[in-house]
T-cell receptor, first 112, second 114 residues
Framework: EDQVTQSPEALRLQEGESSSLNCSYTVSGLRGLFWYRQDPGKGPEFLFTLYSAGEEKEKERLKATLTKKESFLHITAPKPEDSATYLCAVQASGSSASKIIFGSGTRLSIRP | NAGVTQTPKFRVLKTGQSMTLLCAQDMNHEYMYWYRQDPGMGLRLIHYSVGEGTTAKGEVPDGYNVSRLKKQNFLLGLESAAPSQTSVYFC?????????????FGQGTRLTVV
């Protein structure tokens, strides 16, 4: 069964304290893995798409990496404004556009 | 450029009542989706549409109906609301066929069924 698991559920960091969020997945062939950011009371906002193992994408203090079984979202020297829930989603090979499986997210809190 | 707009933003329904949630996008996207988000369960797909006049069932379609009479609008209907439908509902749209990328989400509708 296709599955996406994110860990930890919640993470509290001090401003400037770097860390990583994990997204492990089990799908029958990966077509794409997506990272989204969601602020309280708002819809998810697209961050990255990764397509193959070894691929990396960067945006400001965020860097997403992909292996054959998991993806990491590395946060370097985070600021309070990076506080949000980060969602991971995958699409399996051969599936339709509808077959996107979301993880339950990691709530990240950055203390000043 | 408004992106994806959902109305209403909040609603309280009594069990058995009906309502329609409206999603409008101004990006000329072909694909539109309705998701529900519940604590600890992530986003789950209810119904989706790959173009005007077409709809299809997602992961959790029971108790919901949809229509896409115009390309820019996607309506989600609850014919007889149940407490289990208390959730936050998100609409999304995307322009890429085949690979689902850079989908744009609305702000959400928080629905409570009492």
């Amino acid at each position: 069964e296709d599955q996406v698991t994110q860990s930890p559920e919640a993470l509290r960091l001090q401003e400037g304290e770097s860390s990583s969020l994990n997204c492990s997945y089990t799908v029958s062939g990966l077509r794409g893995l997506f990272w989204y950011r969601q602020d309280p009371g708002k819809g998810p906002e697209f961050l990255f798409t990764l397509y193959s193992a070894g691929e990396e994408k960067e945006k400001e203090r965020l860097k997403a990496t992909l292996t054959k079984k998991e993806s990491f979202l590395h946060i370097t020297a985070p600021k309070p404004e990076d506080s949000a829930t980060y969602l991971c989603a995958v699409q399996a090979s051969g599936s339709s556009a509808s077959k996107i499986i979301f993880g339950s997210g990691t709530r990240l809190s950055i203390r000043p | 450029n408004a992106g994806v707009t959902q109305t209403p933003k909040f609603r309280v329904l009594k069990t058995g009542q009906s309502m329609t949630l409206l999603c409008a996008q101004d990006m000329n996207h072909e694909y539109m989706y309705w998701y529900r988000q519940d604590p600890g369960m992530g986003l789950r797909l209810i119904h989706y549409s790959v173009g005007e006049g077409t709809t299809a069932k997602g992961e959790v379609p029971d108790g919901y109906n949809v229509s896409r009479l115009k390309k820019q609008n996607f309506l989600l209907g609850l014919e007889s609301a149940a407490p289990s439908q208390t959730s936050v509902y998100f609409c999304a749209s995307s322009y890429r066929a085949g690979v689902w990328t850079e989908a744009f989400f609305g702000q959400g509708t928080r629905l409570t069924v009492v």
